[in-house]
């Protein structure tokens, strides 16, 4: 039968319904599918060593049919899986002390690839650090083929189909396969970026002539779904931009300037580009979509606090909306604070207020009399109507999922948006996963704070923390100790936060010790976290619940437990949680594992989120980088963000070039490029979302 790209893969010669399951488990159900199911690793049989040529000292790559196989014990009573494979060159035996288990998975008659030492005992003996099965016993054809020396594809592979089964559907079928491939990607882009034709590609990835020759085909997938994902991001920002005419504020300079002149300290000067920034972006007539990225510490209320000034100057309403009923508390403070000299006091909603509190908030804020509004979840209640929506901030936009952050924007005719995060993200994934946002940057800090004194130490120091503890709990002021777990467990040797919170209430007696962690429910957190605000409490036993979290001035000392738990972005949060005050703060980094020692030194001696950010995003990936948000529905299967700046760079350009000349991909040349991002991306084209 003809195949094309949509052809359900069970209709492969060699597939049918039972084998079209278990591909359907790892999300292949077309040819398309397949084509893009590219392998996960290759075994370089060019390199090869003939049995007869694998010299004791050397270490080696063989391949052999398994001639026999048995369990060994030793006088140790240490068990070896021993098995004997022959080439057409000779015979070896190989041996794996302790791994029984490889006697249900290796059978005779197979071909098998081991790679490791040859050593001598009783005899010429390999001891394989790796070891993959190639071939059943009746597969005569491979064993020709590793003859020869060929790369090897090994795809990801699930219960009931073999990354060998795998890789002879595709071999059988790559030819019809790629035939199928339609290169969307306009030619001039393609060869400005120096990538392969589509079908070459495929045949790079998945027959490579050579080792390394698959890389050329990973980098022209990765530009692909980088391509496609620029569009639509950028493509959702044309549309937020224009979809309905923004307002235009006009800078009268009255509250504005009354607020620069009463602030109670000097703009950084992050802060007050940014404030150019977001000033000019509410006095054009397109709406603004802008995020505010800054560090802990670095001023991005206050930066807000112009916009929302701006807007009531105009008599239109601001709404700033926080996570949590604490940040949400402690924002109200802040503005009111500074909002004073200018005779505006913020409106608050929150939750826990009663009936009778919030409504009377809400008459207030339907009105118009409400002019700054501040609050929580409360906001976006079918109850909550504003009478003249002019801006909506929405703190640690992250935390919000995008039906929540529709909805209060939403709540205006054509509001102007400023999204705040105090997650620092690498330009890379700043381009990457936020291009439909405009983006300003805070790095710098008031000349007031100081960095926090971070060293890494060891069990043995314990005695002389809990010591320091005391010495500033004696001082009056308050320590975090901070763990990764909740509560104890048989199988992860952890001191954890419920166990601890005890032990410590004894060693720092008399000095009051209180305890949060995320199964509490909300309003018992809550509670726990105003006595420590408020300084009832000295130290507060937490798990990662305060990382995010309110400003305690009078908190000097931050303790982790197990650091080597978390990424490096995420004991950059913890720590910018002390030392807010007057008085200097002190991180501790409480660890027994010398393995992680260098990495969490390194981070000691390193002060800039975005820097830290990046050596996260090497270390651990995209997914363990707080605050970036999901893509939806892309998932970048080929791109690695790490090692393809030069990738998104370009793709960044090309999409910039196609959407400025044809924002609808609405000509012949980009028809191709809409239908692909249409057919293989869940929600394609009609994908928008604010922040």
Request: proline content about 4%; some cysteine; charged content about 25%.
């Amino acid at each position: 039968m003809a195949l094309s790209l949509d052809t359900p893969v069970q209709f492969l010669k060699g597939v049918g319904p039972r084998r079209a399951q278990a591909f359907e488990r790892i999300g292949v159900r077309t040819v398309e599918d397949l084509l893009y199911h590219t392998p996960h690793r290759y075994l370089d049989a060019t390199s090869v060593t003939s049995i007869a040529k694998a010299a004791v000292g050397n270490d080696v790559t063989l391949v052999g049919r398994v001639v026999s196989k048995a369990v060994v014990p030793t006088r140790s009573r240490l068990r070896v899986f021993r098995a004997v494979i022959r080439d057409s060159s000779g015979v070896i035996e190989c041996a794996w002390p302790g791994q029984v288990y490889l006697d249900r998975v290796i059978q005779q008659g197979q071909l098998i690839l081991v790679t490791g030492p040859v050593k001598y005992f009783h005899g010429r003996q390999v001891n394989p650090r790796e070891q993959i099965v190639l071939a059943e016993s009746d597969d005569e054809g491979l064993a020709d083929e590793m003859s020869r020396g060929v790369v090897l594809p090994v795809y990801p592979a699930t219960e009931g189909l073999s990354h060998r089964q795998i890789r002879r559907l595709v071999a059988d079928h790559l030819d019809q396969l790629v035939a199928c491939a339609e290169d969307s990607l306009p030619a001039a882009i393609r060869d400005e970026a120096g990538l392969r034709p589509l079908k070459r590609a495929f045949l790079a990835l998945h027959r490579p002539t050579a080792p390394g020759e698959s890389e050329s085909g990973r980098r022209r997938l990765a530009f692909d779904e980088l391509f496609d994902l620029q569009l639509v991001v950028m493509r959702a920002r044309h549309l937020a931009k224009t979809a309905r005419v923004g307002i235009e504020f006009k800078i009268k300079k009255e509250l504005t300037t009354a607020l620069k002149e009463t602030l109670p300290y000097e703009l950084t000067r992050g802060q007050k580009r940014a404030v150019r920034e977001i000033t000019t972006d509410m006095a054009a007539n397109q709406r603004m979509h802008r995020l505010l990225m800054g560090d802990v510490g670095t001023g991005k209320t206050v930066v807000a606090l112009f916009a929302m000034v701006l807007a009531v100057e105009n008599d239109y309403q601001a709404v700033f909306m926080a996570p949590t009923e604490l940040l949400a508390e402690q924002h109200a403070a802040t503005l009111t604070g500074l909002l004073a000299p200018l005779g505006i006091v913020p409106d608050v909603l929150i939750g826990r207020f009663s009936a009778a509190e919030k409504k009377a908030v809400r008459e207030r804020i339907a009105d118009g009399t409400a002019r700054i509004i501040v609050g929580t979840h409360a906001l976006i209640q079918d109850t909550t109507d504003f009478s003249r929506l002019g801006l909506v901030v929405i703190d640690e936009q992250h935390r919000f999922g995008v039906e929540q952050r529709a909805a209060l924007i939403e709540k205006g005719e054509a509001p102007d948006v400023l999204l705040l995060t105090a997650t620092p993200i690498p330009r890379t994934l700043a381009l990457t996963f936020y291009g439909d946002l405009d983006i300003s940057t805070l790095k710098e800090k008031p000349v007031s704070q100081t960095a926090v004194k971070t060293g890494v130490r060891s069990g043995r120091d314990r005695d002389a923390i809990y010591s320091f503890v005391r010495q500033q709990c004696g001082l009056g002021r308050q320590t975090y100790v901070v763990y990764p777990v909740i509560e104890e467990s048989e199988r992860v040797d952890l001191k954890a936060a419920t166990t601890m919170a005890g032990e410590l209430e004894v060693r720092l007696s008399p000095f009051s010790v209180g305890l949060v962690h995320g199964r509490m429910k909300a309003e018992e957190r809550d509670a726990v976290m105003r006595r420590f605000r408020d300084g009832t409490l000295d130290v507060l036993v937490a798990t990662t619940v305060i990382e995010v979290g309110i400003d305690i001035p009078n908190a000097t000392v931050m303790i982790v437990e197990h650091p080597e738990r978390f990424g490096l972005a995420q004991l950059h949060q913890l720590r910018g949680r002390v030392g807010r005050g007057s008085e200097e703060g002190h991180c501790v980094l409480l660890t027994d594992d010398f393995q992680a020692a260098n990495r969490l030194k390194r981070f000691a001696r390193t002060y800039d989120g975005f820097r830290i950010a990046e050596l996260d995003l090497k270390e651990r990936g995209i997914g363990e980088l707080t605050g970036v948000r999901q893509s939806g529905g892309f998932n970048l299967r080929y791109a690695d963000l790490t090692t393809d700046t030069d990738l998104i760079s370009m793709a960044r350009r090309a999409a910039l070039d196609i959407l400025s000349g044809d924002p609808n991909l609405s000509q012949d040349a980009h028809i191709p490029v809409r239908k692909r991002i249409e057919r293989r991306y869940e929600r394609g084209m009609e994908l928008f979302r604010v922040g």
